[in-house]
């Protein structure tokens, strides 16, 4: 099977996305989508261009992204040539590399985010369940233990201690989804971790 015809078979064919309304079936119910749409015309960045790129990119099933992976830099430079964007001694214009492929710009973060959050919703809840339990696990640890009333204080120790282990357990699944979620992108990992106190309404998008 060629390069094009897997391309035309992804579950988001990123060579059907030439029209509004095409646009609007495949994205017009996220809730990042007006500002992404307001900001590709401020930024006078192609918007068809665009969404091929962000798809070819970050989408499971892309050719882009089969095993073992290429370079990222040289995916995304190949995603930019079959999104149609120009490129020039293999670097993008300016504007493009600033907020498209360096993620210079908020609100297309976040509609790539939510993007990521629906290719991959079953890792997306795994992470938010096991943050949770984490973060429940160390708020009962930090609890003194002379609130453990009518227990003894050593058994009240034994079962932070069993509580410790679980939590040395379950973060090291946690870092195992996040290693599946963002891939070898440290970029979107990094900007994710900044961002995350300012983007808890993006972290119900996956339920």
């Known amino acids: 099977m060629g390069a094009a015809t897997k391309i035309e078979n992804m579950v988001i064919n990123p060579v059907s996305i030439k029209t509004d309304n095409r646009v609007k079936t495949l994205f017009g119910d996220y809730e990042s989508y007006k500002e992404m749409l307001k900001t590709v015309e401020q930024l006078k960045i192609d918007l068809y261009s665009t969404l091929k790129y962000i798809v070819l990119l970050y989408s499971e099933d892309s050719i882009l992204n089969v095993r073992p992976p290429m370079p990222l830099e040289e995916r995304q430079i190949r995603a ?117 106190a300012n983007m808890a309404s993006l972290e119900n998008i996956a339920f």
């Not at 120009?86 to 509609?111: C, I, M, Q, W």
């Open 80 to 196: 930019l040539h079959l999104a149609k964007f120009t490129v020039r001694n293999a670097s993008p214009d300016e504007s493009v590399k600033r907020y498209l492929v360096d993620l210079g710009d908020r609100r297309l973060f976040e509609f790539i985010f939510e993007f990521l959050t629906k290719q991959k919703k079953f890792t997306w809840q795994e992470i938010i369940t096991l943050e949770t339990q984490i973060l429940e696990n160390q708020m009962l640890r930090l609890r003194p233990v002379d609130e453990e009333s009518g227990k003894d204080e050593l058994m009240a120790f034994e079962k932070k201690g069993k509580m410790t282990t679980m939590y040395k357990e379950w973060y090291s699944i946690l870092k195992e989804f996040y290693d599946e979620f963002y891939g070898d992108n440290d970029n979107v990992r990094a900007i994710h971790r900044i961002n995350r």
